[in-house]
Structures are given as C-alpha cells and as structure tokens.
C-alpha cells in the first residue's frame, strides 16, 4: 500500500523511520506493507537515501491514484489545511500529528472524510505518543465524560520539574530546554499555554461532539512561575504544574489552562520531565490515566503511524468520529470553585479582613511579604476579594 509523508521534519521523519524499523510487524498489522512513495517539502534531503522520494508539488500526491494515505506533519494550519483538504476530496485517508489544523478545522475534515468514505485521523496531535483519541472514541463510549485533565506539553513540564529540582529562575530552566530541544527557539507557544489550549479544545470537542474554539478557552501560561513560588510549593508539599482542563458542568462545559499547584493525592502530582499524562474521569468508568512520552520525534511518530495501521485496517470505511462544526458555547469560567494561593504585601489583618479564615504559610528565607491559602470559593468571588486586597505578588490555584 502506498503513502505519502507531507513535511520531512522532526515528526515526518520519524514516521518514515518507524514504518522502517518495524516494517514487518506493522504490515502484519495493516494487512498489507506500508511503502512510502512521496515526501512533500520545500527542502531537498541530498545524501539521505529518501531524496528520490521528495516531491515539491502537493498536486503530485493529489494525482496520484497509487496513494491512498497521506500523512501530514508540516504544522500550522496554511498549506497544510489546503493540502490535507485536497487529498481527502482526492479521495486519499489522512493522518496528522498537527494540533493546529485539528483544533481550527477537525470538525469540517472529519465531515469530507465521512462524505468521501476515507478517514481523518489525529491520535499524534493532542497526547504525542500516549494514546487517547482512540480511548475516546471507543473504549470509553459508554461513558459520560465529566473531566478531562491533563499535563499535555511536555517542555513546560520539564520546566516545572527543573525549576522544583534544581530552584532556578524561569529564563534559566527555558534556556535549558531550549539547549535540550525541547523548546523551540520561539517558545511561546509552549509557555504561553497556547499548546495546551489546543489540545484541550480538541478533547472537549470530541467529548461533547461539538466545535470547541480554543479561543474562547480562559488560558495562562508558566511565564510568572519564579523559584520563590518553588520554595512555597516545596512548603506546602505539593507541585505547580501547567494543567489544561475540561469538566462538565450543569448547563454545558468549562475548560482552562493555567498553573495548579498539586497536591501529592493527586494522581498528576508525580508526572515529571517531558512526560505527559491525561487524567480522565467518566459517569460509569470513574478514574482513569493515560501516561507517557507526550513528546519527541518517535514517540509521537509510533502514534501517527498506528493511525496509518487503523486506516490500512479499513480502507474501504469511513471510521465515525462525532464532531460537528456546530459550536459549543463555553461556560464562563467564573463559576469554578478553587482555593487560591496567594503571595502579598499586604498585612494579616487585612487579608483576614478580606478572606476571612486562610491558611498561612511560610517557607525558609522568603521575607518581607506573606503566603497564604484562601478556602474553596468562586474565580468570580476570588476576583473580586483580590481586588480589595492590592499589592499581590502572585496568585495560584490549588487543585
């Protein structure tokens, strides 16, 4: 059976690396071998043994009747948009690692693929490696999904667990994982939240069924997180980490990225380095995680190329995936319960004033300022109470 890889980067090459080491095992699998006939980019590859397979033209793919599945791994959502919506209409199955073109135009390539009997799948995009598209769409059929949360970027986790380990400042521990590889040059996405915003937008569209706009998502990044935050967290023995979240409430859904810090009941608490995991909880199912390498070229590759074995597995049918592009309004996110942490200037009585009862704390060689936990109250009530306080430091919720 023939392929076509569309972007021969980290991601892509990884895919055409996979699909050659375990050649064997996966043609038995997808019931037939899967040969790699084009690679789609810009660049020419000379020395590399695929250079007779890079093509320039993404019509070449397109008019070929030989291809019936196209990977793409090029990123952004223009060409790849364009591309990917030309080979469904041609009538080709198409995988894809790309978050971006998923969350913008899932809804409307799952629709042409259903019209065209082919498949649109994107089991690399939200989790790298760590299956959980598939999870959603079968296994846990059955169940009402009341929560999704997870740690899905795996260069701010690393970060995390850098600045908790080694009490260094954020431009550090960035310069780090850029050193590392694993933040890009231009790291705003990852550290903004962005990244995260999408895929939890993509997990809640296919929870609920409905186009999720990841722009309506109230998102935080990690870029205020210092190593004095650290030493509280360290104090109150608990972890800050970037959580992208989704939860059913009564008249709809809510969903958000931002900071929490973790207690060490909670089953994300112990997720480290460039891991991933995505805690789901159902109405039948109850608790239930999903763990691993969230991350890097093979990891996220082996996900893509278990979409390639699916589709080989049913070429001639189209897989139903429940995704309209009716959009779903989100609940404001107001109306989420948390305590909060707190740093501030400001003297006990007034925050006491303020707040009422809290819990203070006071971690080894933090002065001239005070911490402290509020009770469980509304982002909405909390919003309002820190608006009487003034001279905050930072504020965290607590999960």
């Known amino acids: 059976m023939k392929a076509a890889v569309m972007g021969y980067g980290t991601i892509g090459s990884g895919v055409v690396e996979v699909l050659d080491i375990n050649r064997s095992s996966i043609a038995k699998r997808a019931g037939d071998v899967i040969e790699v006939k084009y690679i789609l980019d810009l660049r020419d590859f000379p020395g590399d043994p695929i250079q007779d397979k890079v093509v320039h033209d993404y019509k070449v793919i397109v008019e070929d009747p ?22 469904i209409e041609a009538g ?31 089991e690399a995009s939200v989790g790298g490696g760590i299956p959980i598209i598939r999870p959603l769409n079968s296994c846990l059929t059955a169940d009402e999904i009341e929560e999704i949360t997870g740690i899905v970027n795996g260069t701010t986790n690393y970060m995390m667990t850098k600045m908790s380990e080694e009490g260094k400042e954020f431009d550090d521990v960035l310069k780090d994982a850029q050193n590392k590889g694993y933040a890009e040059k231009d790291p705003t996405a990852d550290i903004e939240g962005y990244d995260s915003c999408r895929k939890i937008a993509i997990l809640t569209s296919l929870v609920c069924g409905q186009q999720v706009d990841f722009e309506d998502i109230h998102t935080e990044g990690i870029t205020h997180i210092t190593s004095t935050d650290i030493k509280y967290a360290k104090a109150m023995g608990r972890s800050i980490k970037l959580l992208a979240t989704s939860r059913k409430v009564e008249n709809g859904y809510v969903a958000m990225v931002a900071p929490f810090l973790l207690s060490a009941s909670h089953p994300l608490y112990s997720v480290n380095d460039v891991f991933n995991a995505i805690f789901v909880h159902g109405n ?54 948390n305590r909060y942490f707190v740093r501030t200037k400001a003297d006990r009585k007034a925050v006491e004033q303020i707040f009422g009862a809290v819990e203070y704390v006071s971690p080894d060689g933090v002065t001239g300022e005070i911490g402290f936990l509020t009770e469980c109250i509304s982002e909405a009530e909390f919003e309002a109470k820190m608006a009487q306080l003034g001279e905050v430091l930072q504020t965290i919720r607590v999960a």
Request: neutral net charge; hydrophobic residues 50%; charged residues 20%.
């Open 284 to 337: 039948v199912l109850g608790d239930a995680m999903f763990y691993g390498s969230g991350a890097g070229k093979l990891p996220t590759a082996s996900a893509v190329v278990a979409d390639i074995v699916e589709i080989a597995r049913h070429i001639d049918l189209n897989i139903a995936v429940e995704w309209s592009s009716k959009k779903l309004e989100l609940i404001d996110y107001h109306v989420l319960a």
């Open 66 to 87: 030989e291809v019936k599945i196209v990977v793409e791994t090029m990123g952004g959502v223009e060409p790849a948009y364009t591309f990917v919506k030309s080979m």
């Open 92 to 122: 080709k199955h198409v995988a894809t690692s790309n978050k971006a073109l998923v969350a913008a135009k899932g809804a409307e390539l799952i629709a042409l693929a259903r019209e065209k009997n082919v498949n649109f799948m994107f």
